[in-house]
């Protein structure tokens, strides 16, 4: 079984742009979540989804939005870039809560 | 909110060592996640533990949880070199929501 994808694994980005970091999930897992790791912060949840539905979002700017498809495949988008937002961005599928959260590689967005 | 603590930050350990990461969470949870990460990779899930009195072994890993102390532990016996990365504990009640703990930074050295 393919595990978790994330696409592009590495991105570098101006100030003021915007980007946008795609996520696969484990085929059959309906659940996607989106982290954010930096030195300072450590991981901070940005936003959960199940069958298309935000469940739960994170304390970050309306900068950061995410959404997801119906073969819930999840995307999450920044605007307006901002040199603190340099990361490593996680997503993880599951089935549901409280079953075994699996990890993509990560999304590394370096902002200059 | 669901607060996460892990303690010690750092953890020099000598290889044949046995040590302990203790994992405290603030309000109810309904499981406990013990994650492991190595340098300038992603995470890769260690353990689930669901319910009280929990114990999971994997190698020279356990894993174990009390929900009235709120304290999840992961005890290394005879720590070798591949076990050097950094451990996280993440806590989450009724969604796919994790807390995260700040992470234990383990180094073993012989």
């Known amino acids: 079984k393919a595990g978790v994808t994330q696409t592009p694994r590495y991105l570098i980005k101006t100030r003021g742009q915007q980007v946008t970091l795609s996520c696969s999930p484990i085929?059959?897992?309906?659940?996607v979540s989106w982290y954010q790791q930096t030195p300072g912060q450590g991981l901070q949840f940005l936003f959960e989804?199940?069958?298309?539905?935000?469940?739960n979002k994170g304390n970050f700017p309306g900068r950061f939005s995410g959404r997801q498809f119906s073969n819930s495949r999840s995307e999450m988008n920044v605007s307006t870039l901002e040199l603190g937002d340099s990361a490593l961005y996680l997503c993880?599928?599951?089935?549901?809560?409280?079953?075994?959260?699996?990890f993509g590689p990560g999304t590394r967005l370096t902002v200059t | 909110e669901l607060k996460v603590e892990q303690n010690p930050l750092f953890l020099s350990m000598q290889e044949g060592k046995n040590y302990t990461i203790y994992c405290n969470y603030s309000?109810?949870?309904?499981?406990l996640y013990w994650y492991r990460q190595d340098p300038g990779k992603s995470l890769e899930s260690l353990f689930v533990?669901?319910?009280?009195?929990a114990v999971k072994q994997e190698g020279r890993l356990m894993a174990s949880l009390d929900t009235k102390a709120r304290l999840s532990t992961l005890h290394i016996t005879a720590a070798v070199h591949d076990l050097s990365a950094t451990y996280f504990c993440?806590?989450?009640?009724?969604?796919?929501?994790?807390?995260f703990g700040t992470g234990t930074r383990l180094q073993v050295f012989p």
């Open positions: 993440a806590g989450g009640y009724n969604t796919d929501k994790l807390i």
């Open positions: 533990l669901l319910s009280n009195g």
């Open positions: 989804y199940f069958s298309e539905t935000q469940r």
């Open positions: 309000t109810t949870s309904d499981r």
């Open positions: 993880a599928s599951s089935l549901g809560s409280r079953s075994q959260g699996n």
């Open positions: 085929s059959g897992h309906r659940s």
